[in-house]
């Protein structure tokens, strides 16, 4: 055999060599191109309707911007309101896998996270927030109960997430001990602490409650949540300054989180700092809605007097501090510390 030959022979040889070897790696690597492809869907409930402003705000926000960053590798499933899942019952659904991640009440997050309704006694700004160390302390805490903390929903940039809507006016603080006014858990302690009676109300007694005059006013609403329930209708009414931060946190189940590749983590992160941004305006714009819809409804809109209105709010702040500390000891210093500026 002439030595071309041979030498043709062992380039066919390598040639094919190389295509064996070709053809092995890219069996290897189709299953991780195929699972780097595909779309993780995540199902999701609220404590609010799906007709809800706040459902179209958080749509807008999160899942519209998560589904852009992820290039379609994330997607989402809506699987309803307190229709679906009860309100009391959406953290412990969170927590045990029935959904992957909800959007929650601070107050009633603390059965499966003790301690993370302190939340809306921040002082500082969310992006603060993430910086000096609250966030990383809300995830542990969060972690202890199986959850991964996303952030928050529809913050205040205002501080003043809660409204005090009423029938009887009020002046100073010694009107306020006169009053029956209902609350949910979160603002229980303000009321209290105003030296208000306090009423246990849910979110869909409000109306009730203040047409029949069971209560003369309601300390744990927001203005938005206020209008879109008609509650306009039965309200003399608005005292300013309003209260507090927002009651709304959003919680994904721990091992869900943990599943997702490192990429995806960080496009869940990033999605939500800007939905936080894109909610605080929208937060903003429902309130100025919500106001003008309170003028036309002939509702009289006032400030208190300045040492009223400074007395006010530092009492709700006091009074909630210290219902916190009573209950969660253990956890309690270190996120007064936090979300009053310190580190």
């Known amino acids: 055999m002439s030595r071309k030959r041979v030498c043709q022979g062992r380039v066919g ?4 060599a190389g295509l064996l070897v070709l053809a092995i790696s890219l069996v290897g690597v189709q299953p991780v191109l195929a699972q780097q492809a595909q779309t993780i869907t995540l199902n999701y409930a609220t404590f609010f309707p799906g007709s809800h402003p706040e459902w179209t705000g958080f749509n807008k926000g999160f899942i519209s911007k998560a589904v852009e960053l992820s290039k379609g590798r994330l997607a989402f499933r809506f699987r309803g309101g307190p229709e679906t899942i009860a309100l009391v019952d959406l953290p412990k659904a969170t927590q045990s896998g029935i959904v992957d991640f909800s959007i929650n009440l601070a107050g009633v997050a603390e059965t499966v996270a003790p301690g993370v309704g302190a939340t809306i006694l921040s002082r500082i700004s969310v992006d603060d927030e993430r910086k000096n160390g609250t966030f990383a302390y809300m995830d542990q805490l969060c972690n202890k109960g199986g959850l991964h903390y996303m952030g928050r929903h529809s913050p205040a940039f205002d501080l003043q997430f809660f409204q005090l809507f009423l029938n009887k006016k009020v002046e100073k603080p010694e009107d306020f001990k006169k009053l029956r ?3 949910a858990t979160a ?24 047409e029949r005059n069971t209560v003369d006013g309601v300390s744990s609403s927001t203005l938005s949540n206020w209008v879109s329930s008609g509650c306009q209708a039965v309200t003399k009414y608005l005292v300013l300054p309003g209260y507090l931060q927002s009651s709304v946190l959003i919680m994904m189940n721990l091992n869900t989180w943990n599943k997702l590749p490192p990429d995806l983590q960080k496009v869940i992160t990033d999605a939500m700092i800007y939905s936080e941004k894109i909610n605080g305006d929208i937060w903003a714009e429902d309130k100025a809605k919500g106001t003008q819809k309170l003028k036309d409804a002939k509702v009289e809109i006032y400030n208190l007097p300045p040492d009223t209105a400074k007395w006010l709010v530092d009492t ?3 009074s909630t501090w210290a219902y916190q500390l009573k209950r969660f000891p253990d956890v309690t210093p270190r996120l007064k510390s936090l979300l009053t500026g310190g580190k």
């Not at 040889?13 to 094919?16: C, F, I, L, P």
């Not at 603002?187 to 409000?206: C, F, I, S």
């Open 13 to 16: 040889v390598s040639v094919v």
């Open 181 to 183: 006014i209902g609350t």
């Open 187 to 210: 603002a229980r302690a303000l009321t209290e602490g105003w030296g208000a009676a306090p009423v246990n109300l849910q979110l869909t007694d409000y109306y009730t409650a203040m």
């Open 316 to 318: 709700a702040y006091d």
